[in-house]
């Protein structure tokens, strides 16, 4: 359990650390969450910074969740139960998202997660990224909603998973179910414009159909 609970704050921490708003920082004090969407992830990063910024966001957000569930959930601690190790990859997935999502170095506002949470599928096992690439994309060319691409990304990260011979496997399929859940929470606003056919389209991205600019954030 001190196994479980160590890695978790470590991983708490880690993911704390928004790449957005450290970037900003370096770039001279900008605080997206000032800008745009009023979001700390990388879509809006990009939106209202640049490519170049953006790049590091992403880079910093999705390394974050790679380090909680590649490395730190994976590292042996003198006297560890196997019984707990077995859940550390679970736990410090969800760790790292809630980290991002309510980071405590900035006021517990920060991004959605869908770049840490990439991350940690990367850390889990690297062939996850592609189910949930591919969902990703083929949900916002057929709809335009980034942010209804970003929700069905993290369930088809948690039905894979679920699918799949990869073991600890309770553990694994209770992180890809919270994990989705959390997704969705973190965009229950987008939900609701969607709802009322008020949300944004990214039109690069849409091929079927007409609407506004814009669309969801990622992270």
């Known amino acids: 359990m001190i196994e479980i609970l160590l890695k978790a704050l470590v991983s708490y921490l880690l993911g704390s650390v928004i790449g957005g708003l450290v970037i900003g920082r370096l770039k001279g004090g900008v605080d997206i969450r000032k800008a745009g969407s009023g979001n700390a992830g990388g879509t809006n990063a990009l939106r209202t910074q640049g490519a170049g910024f953006a790049f590091w966001v992403m880079l910093i957000d999705i390394g974050k969740g790679w380090l909680a569930t590649g490395v730190i959930a994976r590292a042996a601690l003198p006297g560890s139960a196997s019984a707990a190790h077995a859940w550390c990859l679970a736990v410090c997935g969800i760790a790292v998202l809630l980290g991002h999502v309510y980071p405590l170095w900035h006021g517990f506002r920060g991004g959605k997660g869908v770049a840490t949470l990439l991350g940690t599928a990367a850390g889990i096992a690297p062939w996850l990224l ?20 970003s929700m069905l990304a993290a369930c088809a990260l948690g039905t894979a998973i679920a699918v799949s011979t990869l073991a600890p496997r309770v553990p694994l399929v209770t992180f890809g179910i919270l994990s989705a859940v959390l997704i969705g929470f973190t965009h229950r606003a987008n939900i609701a414009r969607m709802r009322a056919g008020c949300e944004p389209r990214a039109m690069r991205l849409w091929l079927l159909g007409a609407g506004a600019g814009g669309g969801g954030d990622l992270t």
Do not use: D
Request: avoid cysteine.
């Open 130 to 149: 592609l189910p949930m690439l591919l969902t990703w994309l083929l949900a916002a060319v057929l709809s335009g909603y980034v942010g209804l691409a």
